[in-house]
T-cell receptor, first 117, second 119 residues
């Protein structure tokens, strides 16, 4: 089974509108972390937001928030007030096991977001 | 403060050849991970280096090998190249330090990658 599933290959949103990018995950480990990265056409992966499995509150970072529904195993990214510069590929990723960057990340297949003027 | 730098940015090789990709981590970082990203897919973990040793490895054959130098920079070597090795190779760095290999530092910093084309 896929560990990270992103079911939206492409999404369009009007500038200044909010958009939700879906991510579901599969793990039997009680300790895990969920990440969202943005990849513009330059290729660099840019960290957006992180949610730990034991975190009680949904993570927020500026215009980014993570809608974490543990029972449903979903970790959707919400981008508020979309900007043209938000057009990029977005990846959901998971780290299984205890916290620490020594752990490898498993990525989903990504969602291409296009912001329309 | 320089981020993660990778070289070269693009590379064209033919089947059977060998290739070496290079990565300099972000200043202050001591750990380097390598990921392969095929076209239209998410990155896949290849391996990770810390204290000049391979610490973790993903599901990649032995044709993929690496090295970490005392200055924390790293190389990824791929032998006997196959057409399927064509991909964007991403390097990511982070800081672990000496206290505990499994630190609480979560954030990986990625470079812009090396685009490898195998003809």
């Amino acid at each position: 089974a896929q560990k990270i599933t992103q079911t939206q290959p492409g999404m369009f949103v009007q500038e200044k509108e909010a958009v939700t990018l879906d991510c579901t995950y599969d793990t039997s480990d009680p300790s895990y972390g969920l990440f969202w990265y943005k990849q513009p056409s330059s290729g660099e992966m840019i960290f957006l937001i992180y949610q730990g499995s034991y975190d009680q509150q949904n993570a927020t970072e500026g215009r980014y928030s993570l809608n974490f529904q543990k029972a449903r195993k979903s970790a959707n990214l919400v981008i508020s007030a979309s900007q043209l510069g938000d057009s990029a590929m977005y990846f959901c990723a998971m780290r299984e096991g205890l916290k620490g960057s020594a752990r490898q990340l498993t990525f989903g297949s990504g969602t291409q977001l296009t912001v329309l003027p | 403060d320089a981020g993660v730098t990778q070289s070269p940015t693009h590379l064209i090789k033919t089947r059977g050849q060998q290739v070496t990709l290079r990565c300099s981590p972000k200043s202050g970082h001591d750990t380097v991970s390598w990921y392969q990203q095929a076209l239209g897919q998410g990155p896949q973990f290849i391996f990770q280096y810390y204290e000049e040793e391979e610490r973790q490895r993903g599901n990649f054959p032995d044709r993929f090998s690496g090295h970490q130098f005392p200055n924390y920079s790293s190389e990824l070597n791929v032998n006997a190249l196959l057409l399927g090795d064509s991909a964007l190779y991403l390097c990511a760095s982070s800081f672990i330090g000496t206290h505990d290999f499994f630190s609480t530092n979560e954030k990986l910093f990625f470079g812009s990658g090396t685009q490898l084309s195998v003809l």
